[in-house]
């Protein structure tokens, strides 16, 4: 193998497999594989991974695109289905649900952004939604569907689009796009981590005694964090006296009817629960704050809950809430949920895998390992979690409840510094943080906080130069046509069953195809 960079990094050991081994190993295999750099991945069928059926947002398409993998293909391989958005239900107060969609809300009027025409109209008395101009919405709350680039010239086309996948057959379908790719897959369980005298990792030791020698160890052993967490002790931020919840039981039910186009979070009395619907077969979840709910308690919470017979006993999973503050440590990536977990509400734990990833590509080191290259990657990922945070920590901090303990103590729970500042400049007048790259876009922001009854005190006054008729006129027209448009479209289930198809669960999965 030859280097053109004399100091060039020569192997990567990715210690886990999983969502995370496999998608870093389908990402680095992707641009390495015409060699320059050996990839070998270390796994355990022994200690299994957390792969209950996962919800994506929208990013995780454009990672399938730069692998090259045909969309079609993959949705059929992985049971997956559709994702509008999510719908909340009994976050504000019981009785009460509200939808964060996908893609945009409305369409400018004049000059000016829709949301705020629309805070002028409502300030006048207009009695829409914001949510009857979210196309992504309308069709979850119709439960119809179509690739929304497929509806151009129509009011669809903003709607924006993600998965439900089962998360195991992700990792399976990846696993065999890497190894295509020359990616090594070593079986076994890691006893050891040997390290050089300045600290860094020299290579793992296997427990049948095999050695693995790497230059870069990305650590996907999830919440055993063996390398970045066991062995170089990095600190771990903790972030759980913000988000209460530690502990989620979790199992998989037969479908009762059509999947649904979105992710269903309905809180409950010590948490919330989710329900994920793909297309042979449902993921469900109770998401719990174990100082107030039991196991026995959270276990009957679920099962009580749940459409559809049960596939499996119901499974626990601890978590603890929060982010390493450094997630590139010597010569160590941690990727995945050994750097930081932030609760799954609103499904980014694949994406922060696919950013992890992406940032070490466009910040690639050499073996010096240069301290300017790893602070920066440091501070952009560290960014994105501290993101995720708060918007997270938005659904909850605004809640009306105070039914339970739960819902009093998180009344009660500190709110981070950063999303006050954001809330104290949305409330004035709508106006919005900007971020670099930010994970979560405007109609996102817009649609927590109006679910969540944050009202700006204000328009801001330049809506004012345009007549208000014209502002009316749009609402009053837009919102039934897009009702009307979405009425017209073929249900989930029938788009589903017409463009791609999965097969039943047990049958074997198909081969991965790319697009040529």
Known sequence: MTHTHPNAIRKIVIVGGGSAGWITAAMLSHYFQRGGCAIELVESEEIGTIGVGESTIPPFLQLLASLGIDEQAFIQATQASFKLGIRFEDWKATGERYHHPFGAIGGP?????????????????????LQDFAPGSIMAQQGKFILPFKAQRTLIAGASYALH???????????DYAEARGVKRTEGIVSDVITHADGSVAKVRMKDGREI????????TGFRSLLIGKTLETP????????????????????????HPYTLSKAEAGGWRWRIP?????????????????????????????????????????????????????????????????????????????????FLLRFFPDRDFDPALRAEYNRRMVADY??????IVLHYCKTQRDDTPFWRAVREAPIPESLKARMALFEHSGVLREGVDDMFRDP????????????????????????????????DQSAPMLAAQVAGLPSHGEFLAKNCPAPPPEAPMAPFKTVA
Not at 165 to 175: P, Q
Not at 447 to 457: L, Q
């Open 386 to 391: 501290e993101e995720i945070r708060d918007f």
């Open 236 to 259: 771990f931020e903790d972030w759980s006296d913000m988000l209460l919840c530690d502990r989620a039981v979790v199992v998989q039910t037969e479908n009762v009817g059509a999947p």
């Open 165 to 175: 996948v089962d998360a195991r057959l992700v990792a399976r379908y990846l696993r």
């Open 109 to 129: 009027i004049g000059p000016h952004e829709f949301y705020q025409c629309w805070l002028r109209a409502k300030a006048a008395g207009h009695p829409s939604e």
């Open 213 to 220: 020698e790497g230059d870069l160890f990305v650590d996907c």
């Open 278 to 358: 793909l297309q042979h077969r449902a993921g469900n979840g109770y998401v719990f704050c174990s100082r107030f709910v039991s196991d026995d308690e959270a276990r009957a919470t679920l099962l009580g809950g749940i459409e559809g017979r049960p596939l499996m006993e119901p499974m626990f999973i601890p978590f603890k809430t929060g982010v390493r503050q450094r997630l590139w440590e010597k010569n160590v990536v941690a990727v995945g949920l050994s750097g930081g977990f932030i609760e799954p509400l609103e499904s980014t734990a694949l994406h922060l895998i696919y950013r992890g990833v992406d």
């Open 444 to 475: 996102s922001w817009q649609s927590v906080m109006e679910g969540m009854g944050v009202r700006p005190r204000r328009y801001q006054q330049l809506v004012d130069t345009i007549p208000y008729e014209v502002i009316s006129q749009t609402l």
